[in-house]
């Protein structure tokens, strides 16, 4: 008997066991023998737990493996939700008035950086810019903010261009790290980009202060414009 209750997935019974096949791998359980198809189909829907992750179609038994539910409703085996982290993107919120916090936005959703607890109300959300057929980049965006500068860093290697980022970069982590005072709302983003020497930069302000923001940094946004370019 062969069923199949949804794409990339073939539940089959065969004498006493219940068999869900992936293209990869398979679960099974050993259920009886002489089930009817109702007994099959309930057992499928009610009972067994089986999740395919919607990147590499590995099948997963749910109540014996970890899986990871996306925000959009996709499902991630551990691995590829693990691996998703290595491509993650970086959101600084850093408020007029108390600490800043981080976090990391990936293609299954957004997690607040300490514990990768999902955070579906953050209004940060990441996509992907085809540039080309081959390539391109992503970009995240934060709801309520405007986007005021944007371009891209490196850390310091010594050279000229990476020497001429660091006046962003001290600006940046001093932002973050309260040493610079702020009366307005900030974020600061870092997308990862095709060379893993250089990311990706948008500095966001709360767009009720955006105007306020230009002329709080008094003449220092040119600055900070050429150690993004």
Known sequence: MIITPQEKLTVTYEGDEIIFGGRYNEQTFAVGEGWTQAE???FVVNDARIEV???CDWVADADRESVEFASNGDVACQGC???AFNYASTVWLVPAHGESE????TDYGVYEAEYLERVDAAGIERGYVHSSGWRGYFETRVDGYTEVT???TTGDWGDAISERKQSFNEWAQALIEGEQECPFDVAIVFDPTSNVFSTAIGVWVDTR????FDAWLNGHRDVLEEALA
Do not use: K, M, T
Not at 102 to 105: A, G, I, S, Y
Not at 209 to 212: K, L
């Open 102 to 105: 981080r976090f990391l936005v």
């Open 150 to 152: 944007a371009g891209w």
């Open 40 to 42: 099959v189909l309930d």
């Open 53 to 55: 992750c919607a990147d």
């Open 209 to 212: 202060q955006a105007e306020d």
């Open 81 to 83: 939700f693990d691996n």
